[in-house]
């Protein structure tokens, strides 16, 4: 009997010590970098300016550059070594997926940080703010989410302004897209009466579009979108060294000339920073 209590107990610490290490192993990511001398962030391809494939066939844009110029360098400093980053594309239904089975390390697009999603994984400081709101054909009836009886509207599946419709306004006809090329495509071809999404990604769309005159972006934000980098759920260590790296931004004025540089009167979508968000942005670090 005193054997068997032995035995047993010896598995159950064997089994407990392979849990923690299995756990330890899954978060903790700066040394999973510092192993591979890769930073591995899952971003857009189709999203401009945040993130998307340009004409020269690049992979660029605001939050790209966000990693590159002011993360990376506290990664690195955390790590001791130069490292690289490799980008994977994610979309709103793969995102938390590819976080978890480490398939990537950090989501670097346009993700909204909102308390359900708090409960799968951690955010870093908000990036990005914005609100949903709809493109339409120049010309249409609707106008906000008052004008939505009846109308096919086009969304992302897993997107937060999806999730809205559906359930605070049921009078429209919901149809969701794996991701916003696929829903934009949709509204050119007529089999939908508008697209919603966080506004600055309708101005990109409205921009890049083959003729952007015949569009509009409509409507009051009826949400609030705060675009934050979303990471494995308990790893401080990494959170603290992405979170660094945006506030060394905020108050080295790095950010701000990132912001300038896609958002710009120059830039790839003109989006003037109003004062209210640059408050919003200090204010997360006391500024």
């Known amino acids: 009997m005193k054997r068997m209590f032995s035995v047993v107990v010896a598995v159950a610490v064997a089994l407990g010590l392979s849990l923690a290490s299995s756990v330890g192993a899954q978060q903790d990511t700066l040394a999973k970098i510092k192993e591979t001398g890769v930073l591995t962030i899952g971003t857009r391809t189709g999203s401009p300016p945040f993130a998307y494939v340009n004409k020269n066939n690049e992979w660029v844009g605001f939050s790209i550059d966000l990693v590159e110029m002011l993360v990376k360098p506290e990664v690195q400093k955390a790590v001791g070594k130069s490292i690289k980053i490799e980008k994977k594309e994610s979309t709103p239904p793969t995102r938390i997926p590819l976080l978890s089975s480490n398939a990537v390390d950090l989501i670097a697009g346009t993700m909204t940080d909102t308390p359900q999603r708090r409960e799968a994984v951690d955010f870093s400081l908000t990036f990005f703010y914005t609100g949903a709101q709809f493109l339409v054909k120049k010309g249409s009836p609707i106008k906000g989410v008052n004008d939505l009886a ?6 992302q599946q897993g997107a937060t302004n999806a999730k809205i419709i559906r359930e605070k306004y049921p009078q429209a006809q919901l149809r969701e897209f794996p991701d916003q090329p696929a829903a934009f495509q949709a509204l050119l071809q007529g089999q939908v009466d508008a697209y919603t999404n966080d506004g600055i990604q309708l101005y990109g769309l409205k921009a890049k579009a083959p003729k952007p005159d015949e569009w509009d972006v409509v409507g009051d934000f009826y949400s609030e979108e ?14 603290a060294a992405v979170d660094a790296g945006l506030k060394n931004g905020f108050e080295s004025g790095k950010y701000f000339e990132i912001y300038e540089k896609w958002f710009g009167p120059k830039g790839e979508l003109p989006y003037p920073m109003t004062p209210q968000v640059k408050a919003y942005l200090l204010k997360q670090i006391g500024k």
């Open 150 to 155: 009846g109308k096919r509207v086009a969304a």
């Open 226 to 239: 705060p675009y934050g980098m979303a990471m494995r759920k308990g790893d401080a260590k990494f959170k």
